[in-house]
């Protein structure tokens, strides 16, 4: 069945580092891919997606890009702030969602 | 004013006991979706409404059920609620006329069962 695999965590980063998260999925077909974050106490928030290969999402500074030979769409960016402290959810639609276990992000000043 | 709505924010209820969850949503979406997450585990479906008429089970729908009584609102309800269903539950929803399926979720509802 479809699936999704996503870099275990906590993360602990400080300010201005580099940040990649890693996703994997597994599916039948041409799933839309999506990268969702959840702020403390908040519902989750679409935070950037792609709906076909080679495609690359963008949004606040974040990257991911759909590669359907490595069945991947890792999220990144090049300098984190401490704003960006939350939990990050890699998910597909095909047609149904389907979420990875979430990513804790900690950006220490 | 928030486009997904949840009521109650948070529940502490006993094994045993009757409990629904409300979801309304002014986005004009006929999809509605209901999630549990889980440390570790992610988000999971219990069950999804594509209209009105229309309801389907997802991953862990066991011990649930739910009712679509407009396209603005979809009830969970747990008929007689177990510690295991101590979760945040989600609610979402989407819009099929757009063609990748963002969903947009409220704020969640925290469920204890003692």
């Known amino acids: 069945g479809n699936s999704v695999t996503q870099m275990e965590g906590p993360v602990t980063l400080s300010e201005e580092a580099f940040l990649t998260i890693n996703c994997t999925y597994t599916a039948t077909g041409y799933p839309s891919l999506f990268w969702y974050v959840q702020y403390p106490g908040e519902g989750l928030q679409l935070l950037l997606k792609?709906?076909?290969?080679?495609d690359k999402g963008s949004n606040k500074g974040f990257e991911a890009t759909y590669r359907k030979e490595t069945t991947s769409f890792h999220l990144e960016k090049g300098s984190v702030q401490v704003s960006d402290s939350a939990v990050y959810f890699c998910a597909l639609s095909a047609p149904d969602m389907r979420f990875g276990a979430g990513t804790r992000l900690t950006v220490k000043p | 004013d928030a486009d997904v709505t949840q009521t109650p924010r948070n529940r502490i209820t006993k094994t045993g006991k009757r409990i629904m969850l409300e979801c309304s949503q002014t986005?004009?979406?006929?999809?509605m979706y209901w999630y549990r997450q889980d440390p570790g585990l992610g988000l999971r479906l219990i069950y999804y409404s594509f209209d009105v008429k229309d309801i389907n089970k997802g991953e862990i729908s066991d011990g649930y059920s739910v009712s679509r009584q407009a396209q603005a609102k979809f009830s969970l309800s747990l008929e007689s609620a177990i510690p295991n269903q101590t979760a945040l539950y989600f609610c979402?929803?989407?819009?099929?006329?757009?063609?990748?399926?963002?969903?947009?979720f409220g704020p969640g509802t925290r469920l204890t069962v003692l």
């Open positions: 792609a709906t076909k290969a080679d």
């Open positions: 986005k004009g979406h006929d999809r």
């Open positions: 979402a929803t989407s819009d099929p006329n757009v063609q990748t399926d963002t969903q947009y």
